[in-house]
């Protein structure tokens, strides 16, 4: 609805269109994305796939100038951190729940140039480190999600790091991968 609405402005209805769809993701935003950045599902696949959607409509507003709500982007980014704090030290995201090891560097580089130019943190991230600083904790509780991550530091692949699952089940379906540990290093 909202890709119809900016692409077709001449419709009579195109501007409820954007509206409606825009009401309706930023619902969702607000209702699948826990305040520590993760989506309910507790997955880290569906932590992407919800991010790739959430930023499309981002994407398009911007480019339409549709105007979203103050919190948008917010929550969004809040999403770009989780992944980088809950990313083993190779940049990938651990497999939890119905998810899968993929590198989230890029996803941060995205993050970084659409969402959030001034956030250092994608900044340091996207660079492999080259420029801007790392996190300044080695240690981040999920305190939604029940995810608790240690790690000897930012320094790359060669880092000791470590993952405890010991939150809720996902929403919608569930893995029995509760009290999962991820030991990398």
């Not at 409820?16 to 209702?31: F, K, P, V, Y």
Request: proline share 6%; hydrophobic share 35%.
């Amino acid at each position: 609805m909202a890709t119809v609405g900016a692409l077709f402005p001449e419709f009579r209805e195109s501007a409820e269109w954007r509206r409606a769809a825009i009401d309706t993701l930023h619902s969702q935003l607000s209702e699948q994305v826990y305040p520590d950045g993760a989506q309910f599902e507790l997955s880290t696949g569906y932590q992407s796939v919800a991010l790739a959607n959430f930023l499309a409509l981002y994407r398009l507003a911007k480019w339409s100038g549709a105007e979203l709500p103050a919190d948008y982007s917010e929550r969004l980014i809040s999403m770009y951190h989780c992944d980088l704090y809950l990313a083993e030290p190779d940049g990938r995201l651990p497999d939890l729940n119905d998810g899968s090891r993929r590198s989230v560097l890029d996803s941060l580089a995205v993050g970084l140039r659409d969402v959030a130019p001034e956030d250092p943190l994608p900044r340091w991230a996207a660079s492999g480190g080259r420029t801007g600083k790392p996190p300044a904790t080695t240690s981040y509780l999920f305190a939604y999600a029940g995810w608790m991550v240690m790690r000897s530091g930012w320094q790359g692949p060669n880092e000791r790091y470590g993952l405890l699952e010991a939150g809720p089940y996902g929403y919608g379906h569930q893995h029995e991968d509760k009290l999962n540990l991820i030991i990398y290093g």
